[in-house]
Nanobody, 124 residues
Framework: QLQLVQSGGGLVQPGGSLRLSCTETSGFSLDDYQIGWFRQAPGKEREEVSCLSTSGSSTNYIDSVEGRFTLSRDNAKNTVYLQMNSLKPEDTAVYYC????????????????WGQGTQVTVSS
């Protein structure tokens, strides 16, 4: 089964940028999987931030990150990236990537495979 390993994250000042990566490491291809990124802030419910279709041509973002976050994929590297710009303190959360065997980008569908999570902290 898929194994998703995340990297990136850390501490950044408001207005700064970070890039999160999500790589499949067990030898399976991500080509046929819709990828989602989620985040969970302390005391809050987990929310789906964005999703990306298998082709990379279809994306969806929640309003609070629209225009600041960009999701992309490099199928040759079996990796998906979440580029986060103009970060705000309210973006502070643990971020998770996830995959489901589905070609489109459909928000709010159940995901089958999850990364380990990575902390993003936006603070001065």
């Amino acid at each position: 089964q898929l194994q998703l390993v995340q990297s990136g994250g850390g501490l950044v000042q408001p207005g700064g940028s970070l890039r999160l990566s999500c790589t499949e490491t067990s030898g399976f291809s991500l080509d046929d999987y819709q990828i989602g990124w989620f985040r969970q802030a302390p005391g809050k419910e987990r929310e789906e931030v964005s999703c990306l279709s298998t082709s990379g041509s279809s994306t969806n973002y929640i309003d609070s990150v629209e225009g600041r976050f960009t999701l992309s994929r490099d199928n040759a590297k079996n990796t998906v990236y979440l580029q986060m710009n103009s970060l705000k303190p309210e973006d502070t959360a643990v971020y998770y990537c996830a995959a489901v065997l589905f070609r489109l980008c459909i928000p709010d569908i159940p995901y089958d495979y999850w990364g380990q999570g990575t902390q993003v902290t936006v603070s001065s």
